[in-house]
DNA sequence: ATGAAAGCGCTAACAT
DNA sequence: ATGTTAGCGCTTTCAT
């Protein structure tokens, strides 16, 4: 079929042990520059293409990371954890094997079993948010990194957002614009960002010396549909500003404050969470909001995998969320 | 390292051969029930599990299955794509290869480079959203399908969303919601998209016998920026219904509109177009579009790929968008 | 400085 | 019904 080594051997008129040697640039291999020449041409020539598949088998391990996501069709978010997990792993000469298993277990056993059979070096088990996983059982059979969840016992390295800091970092872009009485829109669904996020509003208040008032922080269903219908609420809060769990509340928020005749950042500072590609940027006005860091936590996966970064104190290594300043604040 | 082959072979006391026979179920060959059970005793037992870049080395041909894509991080329609792709390639016993290239040409062709050493089947080369391109010349050096995108000279098996029944279907329902004063908001990019949808809007006009009014139609910068700026312009024409060259350009419209006091559907029935995750069912009201079939999309690339689906008439294979009927019109 | 040969884990004739 | 053996394309040790 294809052109092999052999066919490069024989055009240049040496060994097959010979190519290999220049191709692979061998350090401690003396090879003539007459025969590395003809080499190289006779490569050019046939236009030969090692053969990945051939290199590992003979050399054990490949170069394979896979990647198991829970949802790359429905939001951005896996898709940006794949694009740093890829960049990552190509920078170390992998190559990612990804899978999609929308939450359906027999599809995650079936890619992890491919995954095994295809000699991973490992395995990087992602959720599209942030939550507290059970772990697959069939995991135990390689290297893995949680990224973007972790197990209750932390029996795995894992990857996540800081939500905490985040949530301080939201807080504090508000306090910063001079905003004092600031309420908070919180998730009804328990999660790593329901209280991270609190906690972090509840320390930059702290911080800036203003009392937490529990009659400020809201909770709403995590949609645009929640963000509208916790609107009036809001307002009788008597808020300057109003800290969302995410941007898709924000999204909802604005159309119950506008509604209700309020101007954005005028009548009521807006912030929100995650910088969610198709909306933060183009409300109206653009929404301020503290950025999911997706990407820079699939390539610390990888990393993590490959035993290039260190995890200190906890199990769990956790990746700032930068703020993203726009104009409702 | 790990168990191969051999390990089970000798746990059962059998060959290699009757090893890989029964494990692959293989037809012709007659195995001994106690062999075959004592084979698969000793499979359970150590664990095995096959090494599928051997077993491809062996065979020729490996399973995997390239597909390169520009933007697996911004927009979830990438994803929907590989998700199309991968559930159907999984169907036929085929692993996606994935990259993403974000439009940087050097990754592209690394990418391409990559897949090649791993023996790809063939390689879909994919865009996020429907155009024209220019085909990378590595391409030639393996079967390869075009999705969501398609070359000048149509040199390429290519799959992609047919934009004019599209164009088309939402005007339908524009004109059954009762209307007949229909605008159309397109964009400004020139694009397949641009130019079917326009022409399906015109069809289903025709086919109405609502005369074609070119001061109905509008166009703007195909982001919500440039459906809120475009809103007054929709007002003053009296059109009782718009058709919007995408989701995110509706988005923009209900701001312009609302502010100017118009409700809708009552005193403006809008159309999508796209199907966006993020937006569409969550906008106020939730939005009457045309789906962008990207998961068939993808599916049918690798169908067309392995030479399952034949493409009659012209180059490429159109596939439908079907209507998503909420309440804006 | 270069080549011969064994072997990576598996499949597929071909023997027995 | 089961075993032997020769590859698949490459790397690597050991000769020469």
Redesign the pocket.
């Known amino acids: ?9 024989r055009a240049a ?9 220049v ?2 640039d ?1 350090p401690g ?8 020449r003809r080499v190289l041409d006779a490569v050019a020539e046939l236009g ?8 590992t ?4 391990g490949s170069r394979f990371i896979g990647l198991v996501a829970d949802a790359i069709a429905t939001t951005p978010f896996a898709g940006q954890i794949i694009h740093g997990a890829q960049d990552e792993a190509w920078r170390h000469g992998y190559v990612l094997l990804v899978a999609n298993t929308e939450g359906n277990t027999a599809a995650e056993n079936d890619a992890i079993a491919m995954m095994l059979e295809h000699q991973v070096r490992g395995i990087l088990y992602s959720t599209w948010y942030h939550r507290e996983i059970e772990v697959p059982a069939l995991l135990k059979q390689t290297e893995t990194v949680l990224v973007n969840c972790y197990s209750e016992d932390d029996a795995y390295p894992a990857v996540v957002p800081d939500e905490e800091q985040g949530g301080r970092t939201a807080t504090e872009e508000l306090i910063a614009a001079g905003h004092r009485r600031i309420a908070m829109v919180n998730t009804t669904t328990p999660s790593p960002a329901q209280t991270g996020r609190l906690a972090g509003y509840a320390s930059a208040l702290a911080a800036a010396g203003i009392d937490y008032d529990s009659s400020l922080v809201f909770e709403a269903e995590s949609a645009q549909e929640g963000g509208y219908a916790i609107a009036p609420a809001v307002i009788a809060s008597g808020a300057e500003g109003v800290f969302c769990h995410n941007d898709r509340v924000a999204m909802g928020l604005y159309d119950g404050l506008r509604e209700r005749g309020l101007r954005i950042p005028q009548d009521m500072a807006v912030m929100g969470f995650d910088n969610q590609d198709v909306i933060a940027a183009h409300l109206r006005p653009p929404l301020s909001t503290v950025a999911l860091p997706h990407y820079e936590i699939g390539a610390a996966g990888v990393r993590t995998l490959l035993g290039l970064e260190t995890i200190t104190g906890s199990d769990r290594l956790l990746v700032t969320c930068p703020p993203v300043v726009r104009a409702s604040l």
Do not use: C, E, F
Not at 2 to 9: G, N, Q
Not at 13 to 21: D, G, I, K, L, P
Not at 48 to 53: D, S, T
């Open positions: 079929m294809s052109i092999t080594m052999r066919d490069v051997a008129n040496v060994s097959v042990a010979t190519v290999s040697h191709i692979n061998k291999a003396r090879i003539g520059d007459d025969a590395r030969y293409r090692p053969n990945a598949l051939a290199k088998l003979s050399q054990g």
